[in-house]
């Protein structure tokens, strides 16, 4: 460690439980973040500030003005250009510490990438806004070893969880499908920055554990946390289930691609979302978009219109996402308006 950085990280240097060795351990650091809106976002900055040597930064969206409400890294600017933000986090990265090396992915996280995008990484970082993203996560990261620090925010209500593998439970563990019917998303209940920052800044606190190489002191625990109604709880996690398909099985589904991907329907402008049987309760989501755009519901199927997108939503949770055939858009898109 040079003169320089001894000045720019004294603070942490001072604190026992990283110390010297901890922080020369950072800089030599890697960490993946997976998703880069309010959680990512956070994480990456304070990540970066800690000196951790190298970040990958994973992102399909772009900037909106709606995000810098709550998402650290982004300026008007950003959201003028439409930057993705990816990209414009590399950017601002550069500029808070030029020491570091950040590389921002301008991709959706798939069982073809994943390797190439992560496999390196010493932790991986849940940023995501879907459980199909963090069920691939969880595959790889149990199948290369890899501890990773799964988190969730909605209104003032959020949860984190690190995965320490042979540790710890795994996501399918203490999640084996995801939670039915449509889900709360920023985009229908709202979200405060309070809570994504909290959240996101105990993500970060695990992250900086193990890449200093202190993953003892790791606590084995679910967190969640209420900043508007107060309060914060935290409950042991289990052993790994040895009847878990992931890390007891063994059986990593999502990882090799064996779970039924969205596709582009050739043709029509329009990619079809099938990834699971995920019945949904179209009257109740009808309500949940009727602010949000023009959208007509019956028994067989709701059709919601925001901008050039329209979405046709089935109730075993099958969707229709006409006006691209991108599908990290597409995805993005599921998951924004019902849910991940």
């Known amino acids: 460690m ?33 998703g880069c809106g309010a959680l990512g976002s956070f994480q990456a900055a304070a990540l970066a500030r800690a000196g951790v040597g190298r970040l990958t930064i994973i992102d399909r969206d772009y900037v909106e003005p709606s995000n810098l409400q709550r998402q650290w890294l982004f300026e008007e600017s950003d959201a003028a250009e439409a930057l993705p933000k990816a990209v414009a986090a590399e950017r601002r990265l550069a500029r808070i510490n030029s020491w570091v090396q950040a590389r921002g992915v301008v991709a959706d996280l798939t069982p073809a990438n994943v390797e190439e995008l992560v496999g ?25 070893g890899i501890p990773w620090i799964y988190g969730a925010a909605v209104g003032s209500y959020g949860l984190t969880m690190p995965v320490i593998p042979g540790r710890t439970a795994c996501l399918r563990c203490v999640y084996p499908d995801p939670p039915a019917g449509a889900q709360p998303t920023c985009e229908t209940a709202g979200v405060l920055n309070s809570i994504t920052a909290v959240i996101a800044a105990l993500q970060t606190a695990d992250a900086l554990k193990i ?38 099985a063994r059986d990593f589904v999502h990882l090799e691609g064996r779970r039924r991907a969205p596709v582009s329907l050739c043709g029509r402008n329009a990619v079809q979302i099938h990834e699971r049987a995920r019945p949904l309760d179209l009257v109740q989501l009808k309500a949940a978009l009727a602010p949000l755009g023009e959208v007509r519901a019956n028994e067989f199927a709701l059709r919601f ?4 997108y329209e979405m046709t939503i089935f109730p075993d949770g099958r969707a229709i996402i006409k006006g691209t055939t991108d599908i990290g858009l597409a995805r993005s898109l599921y998951a924004r308006f019902v849910g991940g």
């Open 2 to 34: 040079t003169g320089e950085e001894r000045e720019r990280y004294s603070r942490q240097i001072l604190f026992a439980g990283l110390g010297e060795e901890g922080q020369e351990r950072l800089l030599r650091a890697h960490a993946a973040i997976v």
């Open 120 to 144: 390196e990484a010493q932790v991986i970082l849940d940023g995501t806004d879907n459980f199909e993203t963090r069920y691939l996560i969880n595959d790889f990261a149990l199948s290369r």
């Open 211 to 248: 890449l200093a190489g202190r993953t003892d002191a790791v606590r084995a625990r679910l967190t969640t946390a209420d900043v508007w109604e107060g309060g914060v709880r935290q409950i042991e996690q289990p052993s790994p289930d040895p009847n878990c398909p992931a890390c007891g």
């Open 305 to 308: 219109v925001t901008g050039p």
